[in-house]
């Protein structure tokens, strides 16, 4: 069995691992990846890819901590996405480089716009009748534009993975075994490759997990306590047909009642993914129950819209954290040390880059040859980029 000596492992290929991956690479890290799926199955590929500034969080008029962490990010991004800082992600397709939001015309969602304008480094900026998109010209309250850019998380994933596919290795984990020291220090991991019969050893001075769901069957078998973990699940909607281009959220006080990203499937359809609030109240019903549903939001939030001829399904995904108590979302990302293992949850894909930075300055120095030793990697299979809910087989409605 070839062995090799590295500074870091890392369990996952979503945004947090290949973030990461990137980071430690250009700071001479001999660092891989490990992959038991396709890279961003799970979480990434599925979610909207929204930039978030923080706006979200100060619906409430309160500025937290949520909303602090993340203030930077559209900035940090829109570097990153135009070439001008690392990662480079200049093959990463933007779908809007600003979101629209808008308001049912209550009280409870004026006060939230006032709370929404307060302490933030993307302020939205309110539109003119005349300068409202087609699809918003009928709603009765205000329009503002956002800077929250939106990404296509799966071109994201295959644009990091371009950039660092001979550190990306797919595995299977029933070929995966762990030598720990009595106090859970990682000496050595073994894998084993069904397909090919070939075995690798890994002497890495540190892993990290940034597996999403994953983590939890990866701290079970480091004989780690599940106890910080936490699943929220969400039951998405998906629109499929003549639809316009769309991305924002429509709020109702401190609730954002839709948010709509607009993508393309793999024929060239227009594909709309709805999540927000519905999504959230939709986890209990059936996928019927909540497309109606999603349609009567739909139908208060963007009147004069026609559903005529639109195809209608529903995934469900559950978000992968820090556990925080309460059960609600964490305030910020989170890593968590035991012994030479990390774990670790962005909770955002916006806050990737501060959990990349914040593992970094955790993790020991890199202290193994970054740049020797990699050619016992070259005949391992590496994983290839998920596919996006609407990609999937799905059962698509035609009349709710
Ligand atoms: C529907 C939805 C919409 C969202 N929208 C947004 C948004 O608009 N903006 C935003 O900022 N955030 C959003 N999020 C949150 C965001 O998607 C997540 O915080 C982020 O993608 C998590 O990334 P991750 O890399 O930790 O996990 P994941 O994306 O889940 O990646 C985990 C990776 O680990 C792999 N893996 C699993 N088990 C193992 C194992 N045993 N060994 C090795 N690899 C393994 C998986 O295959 C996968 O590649 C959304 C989330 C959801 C669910």
Same mark, same amino acid.
């Given at each position: 069995m070839v062995t090799r000596k590295l500074d870091v492992v890392i369990f996952g290929g979503g945004a947090a691992g290949l973030w990461l991956l990137d980071t430690l690479v250009r700071h001479d890290y001999a660092a891989l990846l490990l992959e038991s799926e396709a890279l961003g199955s799970g979480q990434t590929v599925s979610s909207q890819g929204i930039i978030h500034g923080g706006l979200k969080y100060t619906l409430d008029g309160i500025f937290n901590r949520s909303a602090d962490a993340i203030r930077a990010m559209p900035d940090l991004w829109r570097d990153c996405l135009a070439g001008r800082a690392t990662p480079r992600l200049t093959d990463t397709r933007v779908r809007a480089a600003a979101c629209h939001l808008w308001r049912t015309d209550t009280l409870r969602s004026r006060l939230g716009m006032v709370g929404a304008r307060r302490g933030l480094q993307v302020r939205p900026e309110r539109l003119e009748a005349d300068q409202r998109p087609a699809v918003l010209r009928a709603c009765p309250g205000d329009v503002f534009l956002l800077a929250e850019p939106v990404i296509c998380p799966q071109s994201f994933i295959a644009d990091l993975f371009a950039q660092h596919r001979a550190r990306c290795l797919k595995y299977n984990p029933d070929g995966l075994a762990f030598e720990q020291d009595a106090d859970g220090t990682v000496r050595e991991l073994r894998l084993r490759d069904a397909w090919t019969g070939q075995s690798l050893g890994l002497r890495p001075r540190a892993v990290v997990l940034a597996a999403g769901r994953g983590n939890v069957a990866l701290r079970r078998q480091l004989r780690l306590s599940t106890e910080p973990t936490q699943e929220r699940p969400l039951h998405m909607a998906m629109l499929r047909g003549s639809l316009p281009e769309l991305n924002g959220h429509c709020v109702d006080g401190?609730?954002? *009642?839709?948010?709509?990203?607009?993508?393309?499937?793999?024929?060239?359809?227009?594909? !709309?993914? &709805?999540? #927000?609030? &519905? %999504? $959230?109240?939709?986890?209990?019903?059936?996928? $019927?129950?909540?497309?109606?549903?999603? =349609?009567? $939001?739909?139908? @208060?939030?963007?009147? #004069?819209?026609?559903?005529?001829?639109?195809?209608?399904?529903?995934? +469900?995904?559950? +978000?992968? $954290?820090?556990?925080?108590?309460?059960? *609600? *979302?964490?305030?910020?990302?989170?890593?968590? =040390?035991?012994?030479?293992? !990390?774990?670790?949850?962005?909770?955002?894909?916006?806050? @990737?880059?501060?959990? %990349?930075?914040?593992? +970094?300055?955790?993790?020991?120095?890199?202290?193994?040859?970054?740049?020797?030793?990699?050619?016992?990697?070259?005949?391992?299979? +590496?994983?290839?980029? %998920?596919?996006?809910?609407?990609?999937?087989?799905?059962?698509?409605?035609?009349?709710?």
């Open positions: 401190a609730r954002t *009642r839709v948010t709509i990203t607009t993508a393309r499937d793999a024929d060239g359809r227009t594909i !709309w993914q &709805v999540g #927000g609030q &519905v %999504a $959230e109240d939709g986890v209990a019903q059936e996928p $019927e129950v909540l497309l109606r549903h999603v =349609r009567a $939001e739909l139908t @208060a939030c963007l009147p #004069g819209v026609s559903w005529d001829g639109v195809e209608w399904s529903a995934y +469900r995904v559950n +978000r992968c $954290e820090g556990r925080t108590g309460s059960g *609600r *979302r964490p305030d910020h990302e989170v890593a968590l =040390r035991d012994a030479n293992v !990390w774990s670790a949850w962005p909770t955002k894909l916006a806050l @990737a880059p501060r959990l %990349a930075n914040l593992l +970094r300055e955790q993790l020991p120095a890199a202290e193994s040859d970054a740049g020797a030793g990699w050619e016992v990697l070259d005949g391992w299979p +590496r994983p290839a980029v %998920a596919d996006p809910p609407w990609d999937e087989e799905a059962t698509w409605y035609r009349d709710l």
